[in-house]
């Protein structure tokens, strides 16, 4: 494991929520995030948006939400772990267990974390000194801005 301080940590502001998808898009389809990549959201339904918006692209992803069977996520998971799919799509919280994710080389916060916390939990999953944090704001939302604060 990484010590978190070492690793990079990059934030990009997007002027509204279509710029976030627009640069994950890009990220992700030019290869510029390489390796296994979980995208963290605040719920579960921009935890699907963001899973359909790739699926366009034929840029395959898996959701993993609180209510999912212990079996369900297990397979997911596995298949993460070996390398079958390359995205990953969380909720920064809401889990009874944390499901056990390891192997990640980069987070992408495409909500913000809720604090600080939240925030080193997620940037410790990062397996590789190579890999970094990416959190992107929307400087128009409050809560982004005070979480930013906190960092």
């Known amino acids: 494991m990484t010590d ?3 690793i990079s940590h990059l934030y990009s502001f997007c002027k509204t929520s279509l710029d976030k998808f627009i640069l994950l898009f890009s ?7 390489d390796g296994k990549t979980l995208i963290l959201v605040k719920d579960i339904t921009q935890a699907y948006r963001i899973k359909f918006f790739l699926q366009k692209f034929s840029l395959t992803s898996f959701v993993i939400a609180q209510d999912m069977a212990k079996n369900q996520v297990g397979s997911i998971l596995h298949f993460f ?12 919280s809401g889990y009874g267990t944390r499901p056990p994710v390891k ?15 939240g925030y080193k939990e997620n940037g410790m999953l990062i397996s590789e000194d190579t ?9 128009g939302t409050t809560d982004d801005i005070e979480t930013l604060k906190l960092l």
């Open 4 to 6: 978190f301080e070492q």
């Open 27 to 33: 990220l992700v389809k030019l290869a510029m995030v």
């Open 81 to 92: 772990h070996i390398g079958q799919f390359n995205l990953l799509i969380m909720l920064h």
């Open 103 to 117: 192997e990640v080389t980069n987070v992408i916060n495409f909500d913000m974390a809720p604090n600080y916390n």
């Open 131 to 139: 890999g970094c944090i990416l959190s992107l704001a929307t400087p």
